[in-house]
């Protein structure tokens, strides 16, 4: 459910500064009305409220261009360049070209307009825009793609954010990461804020929010949906647990661990599910039917889900894995049982069985394909798809790992890709893996 799919994997450009090689000529300052169109034709994100006109010259690619600084009423100012024959001009924003070269000073396309003077405020403008809420203590900068010039940012409160911000109105909303995202990719990961100390802040701050009553033991962000719901996992001292959504930067709901399987997952720092025996007959017949042949010592429910079916973890006493059962409460559709790894792709947490208890079961599955030189030393669920659950598998004698494909409502055989040449799930992840 992260961004969902919560990662970033864009390639940041090293550097968008530009100087001009040639020396500046002069001109009448038509900025007022040469700019407006410019900015149109450019999908720049700026509405005016100052220009000025810096000069005509030949810049370092040989091209000539006219140069000019527009002050804008969304914050940061830009830098616009139209160059002859372009059909629309660039823009580069004032804090990045404020930034001083290799030999420590300014270019000649800095901004100097009153209201472009502190470009940090601009930035804290722009950012305010994406309805999160930081006193922008601390910029750096980062570096730019095609579509966002992407920024640091470290709030006075202790948190902090990577701040993508639009460079065209016509390619997508500017966008905010926190700095607590574990799952955030080298070249965005934070170095302003402290991840931990900035997750803590903003979780305890949620939970006092809440009303809630929870002496906190521990936090962990989970991701962030699509439509900009934050999501937060915090365990409590007695044993509760809750799941707590925002709504940009303010609390939105806490779900109580014991109902909140169906959120990103479920709570993995705690489980608020009652472990019972009453019905541990039923259930291994219940399981028996499914195909899985589990002596049933205890077991917990899942809430009963919008499709009318009882999803239960298992204990099993004839077996060291166990499994999450899956009982349509109707007739005529099969009862299934996943395995701990595959539970996790089905959406399901098993709290009683240690996902190592299934890496025989996936060793006698490759070794049934043919594939015996591999005994299963990691697993890992990949995702799913409309059909099948993906599992990605490590082997312990360090060779090529394997994505194994269960289809829906099967406990074998498995369709199998070798790590080294599949996309699916956006790769192979385990350590051993990677490094193919």
């Known amino acids: 459910m992260r961004r969902f799919g919560i990662g970033l994997a864009l390639a940041l450009a090293t550097s968008v500064v530009m100087t001009a090689s040639a020396s500046f000529a002069k001109d009448k300052d038509t900025s007022a009305t040469d700019l407006p169109p410019m900015l149109t034709a450019g999908n720049i994100p700026c509405t005016l409220v100052n220009s000025r006109f810096i000069a005509e010259g030949v810049g370092s690619d040989k091209v000539k261009a006219k140069y000019y600084e527009a002050a804008c009423k969304e914050g940061l100012g830009f830098i616009i360049v139209a160059k002859e024959k372009a059909p629309a001009p ?44 930081c006193d922008v203590s601390n910029v750096r900068l980062i570096g730019s793609s095609s579509k966002n010039t992407f920024f640091e940012l470290a709030c006075q409160a202790g948190d902090g954010y990577i701040f993508g911000m639009a460079r065209h109105t016509n390619e997508g909303a500017s966008m905010a990461f926190t700095c607590y995202d574990p799952n955030a990719k080298d070249n965005l990961k934070c170095t302003l804020t402290d991840g931990d100390k900035a997750l ?122 166990g499994g999450v059962g899956v009982f349509p409460l109707g007739s005529g559709v099969k009862p299934v049982v996943y395995d701990c790894v595959r539970a996790e ?28 030189s591999c005994v299963v030393s990691g697993a890992r669920a990949l995702g799913k798809t409309d059909n099948s659950d993906l599992i990605e598998v490590a082997c312990a004698d360090g060779g090529s790992g394997w994505v194994m494909e269960y289809a829906n409502n099967a406990p074998a055989p498995p369709h199998l890709t070798p790590c080294s040449i599949t996309t699916m799930g956006g790769g192979c992840q385990l350590p051993t893996n990677k490094k193919k």
């Not at 924003?93 to 930034?99: A, K, L, N, P």
């Not at 001083?100 to 405020?121: R, V």
């Not at 939970?207 to 962990?220: N, P, Y």
């Open 90 to 133: 660039e823009a580069f924003d004032c804090y990045t070209m404020g930034q001083p070269g290799p030999d420590g000073k300014k270019g000649n396309l800095t901004c100097t307009l009153p209201e472009n003077a502190k470009p940090t405020l601009g930035i804290q403008t722009a950012f305010t825009a994406t309805g999160h809420a």
């Open 345 to 372: 792709a089905e959406g399901y947490k098993c709290s009683f069985t240690p996902e190592s208890a299934v890496f025989g079961k996936y060793s006698a599955d490759l070794k049934a394909a043919g594939k015996g």
């Open 200 to 321: 803590a802040a903003t979780a305890d701050k949620l939970m006092a929010a809440s009303g809630k009553t929870c002496a906190i033991k521990d936090r962990r962000y989970v991701g962030m949906t699509t439509d900009g719901t934050g999501i937060f996992e915090v365990a409590c001292q007695d044993g509760k647990g809750w799941m707590v959504e925002t709504a940009g930067d303010k609390f939105k709901i806490a779900v109580d661990c014991a109902q909140a399987s169906n959120v990103a997952g479920g709570c993995t720092l705690t489980d608020a599910r009652a472990a019972e025996t009453a019905q541990s007959a039923l259930y291994t017949s219940l399981s028996k039917k499914a195909g899985f042949d589990c002596n049933v010592s205890k077991y917990a429910a899942f809430p009963i889900d919008a499709k009318d079916r009882e999803v239960v973890e298992m204990l099993c006493s004839n077996r060291p894995d």
